[in-house]
């Protein structure tokens, strides 16, 4: 019983060794990113048309927005040793609304493909409610537990 005690310390600490990180590395990136944000700006005075380098700056915003979700997600897992769902789910609805923004600002998307990824986006958001109300509920059965052991 010990033996497993320690395996599961170290395998703790482990994950929490490697989450950290990969969140200094996101960190990094998201940095990195909107430095390169504000360099791009600068782009849109060269007037090259409405659309210019707008796609640019919609893509790089939107995943500047991904990358803060998953830090989000990574950071949550520090005060709660869990990975909530919802932050990841977030991320992944933000990168499919990204990809077809991208897709039809530049005319590039199909028919199919659009309904393809209308109806991802509806499983993920079904996912991301049942997400939400799962937590709802355990908090609220943590909630619970709480109250009886203090009566």
């Known amino acids: 019983m010990n033996i497993s005690k320690n395996i599961k310390t170290y395998f703790d600490r482990a994950v929490d060794a490697v989450f950290a990180v990969i969140l200094v590395f996101i960190l990094i990136g998201i940095a990195i990113g909107t430095i390169q944000l504000f360099m791009t700006t600068w782009k849109l005075l060269a007037f090259e048309g409405i659309t210019g380098h707008y796609i640019d700056i919609i893509a790089d915003v939107l995943t500047l ?9 990574l950071v949550e897992y520090f005060h709660t040793h869990k990975l909530r ?3 990841i789910v977030d991320a992944a609805i933000v990168f499919v609304l990204r990809e077809i923004l991208i897709a ?14 209308s109806v991802f986006l509806l499983v ?8 939400v109300l799962v937590y709802q509920r355990e908090k609220q059965i943590a909630e619970n537990d709480g109250t009886k052991h203090e009566h």
């Open 124 to 131: 993920l958001g079904a996912i991301r409610i049942a997400s």
């Open 104 to 117: 039809l600002f530049k005319h590039e998307i199909k028919a199919e493909m659009l309904y393809a990824f």
């Open 65 to 73: 927005y991904v990358l803060i979700e998953l830090s989000r997600s």
């Open 85 to 87: 769902l919802t932050f």
